[in-house]
Antibody, heavy 119, light 108 residues
Framework: QVQLVESGGGLVKPGGSLRLSCAASGFTFSDYYMAWIRQAPGKGLEWVAWISSTSSTIYYADSVRGRFTLSRDNAENSLSLHMNSLRVEDTGIYYC????????????WGQGTRVTVSS | AIQLTQSPSSLSASVGDTVSMTCRASQGIDTALAWYQQKPGSPPKLLIYAASILEGGVPSRFTGSGSGTDFTLTISSLQPEDFATYYCQQFNSYPPLTFGGGTKLQIK
C-alpha cells in the first residue's frame, strides 16, 4: 500500500533553514505529481508547493515562493523541500501528499513532520 | 486566487442524524471540488472528488453535490467515527490550489 514518510522537521530560529524529506513507497513514484501541504497549529490546510512527475513543472504558494525549493528524486522515490529564511508563520505540520493523477486532489498523505520557527 | 468559504464553521449532531455542510467558491469552478475528512492527530483523508465521486473505500453515507460556486457534503446516518473536521479543496484554477477553512462536526 502507499506509504509516505516525512522527516526533517524540528525547531529553528527565524531566518534559519530546514530540509524536509518524504520517502515514498507502494506505488510508482515517478508517475505522480507530489505536493507539500501544511497546517498551522489549530488552523486549516494550506497548500505549499507541487511538483510534476518529471520535475518539469513546480508551483509554489505566494507565501513561500523565493524561500522554499521543492525537488524530487525519482530514482530514490523521494521528495524534498528546502526551506530558507524561515518565519514564525511557517510553523506547523508539513504533510507530503500524493496527487491522485486523474484529478488534482490528494489521495495519500504522510503523517506529517512538525516545524517550529521560534526564537 | 479562488477562495473557498465553508459553513457552518462548526456543527453539532447526534449519531444517526443526517447533516449537511457547504462550500462556496468565490468564482465558478465547475465540479472541480474535493472533500477531505481530518481527525485530530491524523492527516486528512480524501472522501470525494469532482464534487460527487466517492473515493474508493469511503462509505456510501457520504454524498457530495453541487457545481459552479455552491457545493454540499451530506453525511447520512452519522456514525461515531464521522465526528471530525471536513475541508473542501478546489482544483479548477491553480496555482494556488486552495482549501476551505473547515467545518468541525461535533457530537451533540
Amino acid at each position: 500500500q502507499v506509504q509516505l514518510v516525512e522527516s526533517g522537521g524540528g525547531l529553528v530560529k527565524p531566518g534559519g533553514s530546514l530540509r524536509l524529506s518524504c520517502a515514498a513507497s507502494g506505488f510508482t513514484f515517478s508517475d505522480y505529481y507530489m505536493a507539500w501541504i501544511r497546517q498551522a497549529p489549530g488552523k486549516g490546510l494550506e497548500w505549499v508547493a507541487w511538483i510534476s512527475s518529471t520535475s518539469s513543472t513546480i508551483y509554489y504558494a505566494d507565501s513561500v515562493r523565493g524561500r522554499f525549493t521543492l525537488s524530487r528524486d525519482n530514482a530514490e522515490n523521494s521528495l524534498s523541500l528546502h526551506m530558507n529564511s524561515l518565519r514564525v508563520e511557517d510553523t506547523g505540520i508539513y504533510y507530503c501528499a500524493k496527487d491522485r493523477g486523474d484529478y488534482s486532489v490528494f489521495d495519500s498523505w504522510g503523517q506529517g513532520t512538525r516545524v517550529t520557527v521560534s526564537s | 486566487a479562488i477562495q473557498l468559504t465553508q459553513s457552518p464553521s462548526s456543527l453539532s449532531a447526534s449519531v444517526g442524524d443526517t447533516v449537511s455542510m457547504t462550500c462556496r467558491a468565490s468564482q465558478g469552478i465547475d465540479t472541480a471540488l474535493a472533500w477531505y475528512q481530518q481527525k485530530p492527530g491524523s492527516p486528512p483523508k480524501l472522501l470525494i472528488y469532482a464534487a460527487s465521486i466517492l473515493e474508493g473505500g469511503v462509505p456510501s453515507r457520504f454524498t457530495g453535490s453541487g457545481s459552479g460556486t455552491d457545493f454540499t457534503l451530506t453525511i447520512s446516518s452519522l456514525q461515531p467515527e464521522d465526528f471530525a473536521t471536513y475541508y473542501c479543496q478546489q482544483f479548477n484554477s491553480y496555482p494556488p490550489l486552495t482549501f476551505g477553512g473547515g467545518t468541525k462536526l461535533q457530537i451533540k
